[in-house]
């Protein structure tokens, strides 16, 4: 049974979200890939303000594909994690509580993850058309040179992911692959 998760997340609700639980999101999002998290870290390193407001954020990395006609958004797939791991602990500092994407992150983002109270996400790759079926609206925040790439505000509802990092540093990945190959042992 999914986890129905209403958006925005707070430290407090991030620290609830158990890695292995299926998720529902219904709510805000952002959307950001690693160009749009380079020129969002130089601000903050620079003390201006963002072009959104980065606290209880959640941001999905990923740059959708342009919209047929009739529909608000095109092909909507994560893309690859890791590269925002340089990105990702300033912003999570900043109030950033959930990140969306597929794959490992670095040991630097689980531990800013710990102290401060955020969670990582995964959705399914090579579904992102039945995941911009759960996005109800998009527009564009900043960043337009980026094209898809640029940073977008989403609107969702009951998009299905999975938390594969907790708050408390629990792994999906590696304790998942843990307990399987335990139970193929016998």
Request: hydrophobic letters at 40%.
């Given at each position: ?60 990395y990923v740059g959708p ?17 890791y590269r925002m791991d ?66 977008r505000r989403l609107e ?31």
């Amino acid at each position: 049974m999914e986890k129905r998760i209403q958006l925005p997340i707070t430290r407090e609700t991030a620290r609830t979200i158990k890695a292995g639980e299926a998720c529902l999101l219904s709510g805000v999002i952002y959307t950001a890939r690693d160009a749009a998290h380079k020129r969002l870290v130089e601000l903050v390193d620079k003390g201006e303000p963002l072009p959104f407001d980065i606290k209880d954020a959640t941001i999905y990395y990923v740059g959708p594909t342009p919209a047929k006609p009739g529909k608000v958004i095109g092909s909507a797939g994560p893309t690859t994690s890791y590269r925002m791991d340089a990105y990702s602990p300033t912003l999570i500092r900043e109030g950033e509580t959930g990140m969306i994407g597929k794959g490992k992150r670095s040991d630097e983002v689980v531990a800013a993850m710990k102290e401060y109270g955020a969670v990582y996400f995964a959705a399914i790759g090579g579904a992102g058309a039945l995941l911009s079926s759960c996005i109800k609206k998009a527009e564009i925040v900043c960043y337009e040179d980026l094209g898809a790439e640029a940073v977008r505000r989403l609107e969702v509802e009951d998009l299905p992911v999975v938390a594969v990092i907790d708050a408390e540093g629990n792994n999906l990945y590696a304790n998942g692959r843990k307990a399987y190959l335990e139970s193929i042992k016998d």
